[in-house]
């Protein structure tokens, strides 16, 4: 087997004192760090707005933060503006060991649609490239942590199973938005796709 980690936006923007900041958002920086000394392949994802982003509420007017809205893919949650390529939000956590990388894959980067997942954008469809990056590598086992467990994760850790991946998600190493009970019914629907949670 060849295993690969997938650390998931652990940027300044989901940490505290962020636009969008996931509570404790920064303490499992030392343990992500800590688990990439044990796993051959690193990939670090970014979440890449640009400022006139359609996921932002600031898009919408009339429209407040944590609103829901349809998009032509489907529901859509309306955030505060964050990760703004080229901010200082949307820079990697400075403790974050980004050496180890082998490769950093941003998402989101298209005004129109928003991409909580690693592997396709909130169309479910479009795809980010990554799954041919680490079929192509060999790679058959993934491990994700990062930020947000209940959104950028977990539609990584269900895309990715239903890609063939043998996929756990570290939860110890992950923190949660936790939105009008997204939390359970993102670990709901992990457990559905075949997703080990430890
Ligand atoms: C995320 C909301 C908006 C995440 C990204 O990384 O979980 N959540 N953009
Ligand atoms: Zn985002």
Same mark, same amino acid.
């Given at each position: 087997?060849?295993?690969?980690?997938?650390?998931?936006?652990?940027?300044?923007?989901?940490?505290?004192?962020?636009?969008?900041?996931?509570?404790?958002?920064?303490?499992?920086?030392?343990?992500?760090?800590?688990?990439?000394?044990? %796993?051959?392949?690193?990939?670090?994802?970014?979440?890449?707005?640009?400022?006139?982003?359609? /996921?932002?509420?600031?898009?919408?007017?009339?429209?407040?933060?944590?609103?829901?809205?349809?998009?032509?893919?489907?529901?859509?949650?309306?955030?505060?503006?964050?990760?703004?390529?080229? /901010?200082?939000?949307?820079?990697?956590?400075?403790?974050?060991?980004?050496?180890?990388?082998?490769?950093? %894959?941003?998402?989101?980067?298209?005004?129109?649609?928003?991409?909580?997942?690693?592997?396709?954008?909130?169309?479910? $469809?479009?795809?980010?490239?990554?799954?041919?990056?680490?079929?192509?590598?060999?790679?058959?086992?993934?491990?994700?942590?990062?930020?947000?467990?209940?959104?950028?994760?977990?539609? $990584?850790?269900?895309?990715?199973?239903?890609?063939?991946?043998?996929?756990?998600?570290?939860?110890?190493?992950?923190?949660?938005?936790?939105?009008?009970? $997204?939390?359970?019914?993102?670990?709901?629907?992990?457990?559905?796709?075949?997703?080990?949670?430890?």
């Amino acid at each position: 087997m060849t295993h690969a980690l997938i650390v998931i936006d652990v940027q300044n923007d989901f940490c505290p004192g962020g636009a969008l900041a996931v509570p404790e958002g920064d303490v499992i920086v030392p343990g992500i760090n800590a688990l990439m000394q044990q %796993i051959p392949c690193v990939v670090l994802t970014q979440d890449w707005h640009p400022a006139d982003h359609m /996921s932002f509420a600031s898009e919408h007017p009339g429209a407040a933060a944590y609103d829901l809205t349809e998009m032509p893919y489907g529901p859509q949650v309306l955030w505060p503006d964050h990760c703004v390529w080229g /901010s200082r939000g949307a820079a990697f956590h400075p403790g974050l060991h980004t050496d180890p990388a082998d490769l950093i %894959i941003r998402k989101g980067f298209r005004r129109e649609i928003d991409s909580y997942s690693a592997f396709f954008e909130n169309d479910r $469809s479009t795809p980010t490239g990554l799954e041919g990056y680490l079929k192509t590598r060999g790679i058959t086992h993934l491990t994700l942590v990062g930020l947000a467990t209940d959104f950028c994760v977990a539609y $990584s850790a269900q895309d990715a199973a239903r890609l063939g991946f043998d996929v756990t998600v570290r939860l110890d190493l992950c923190r949660a938005i936790d939105l009008n009970g $997204s939390m359970d019914a993102a670990l709901d629907a992990m457990r559905a796709a075949g997703v080990r949670l430890a």
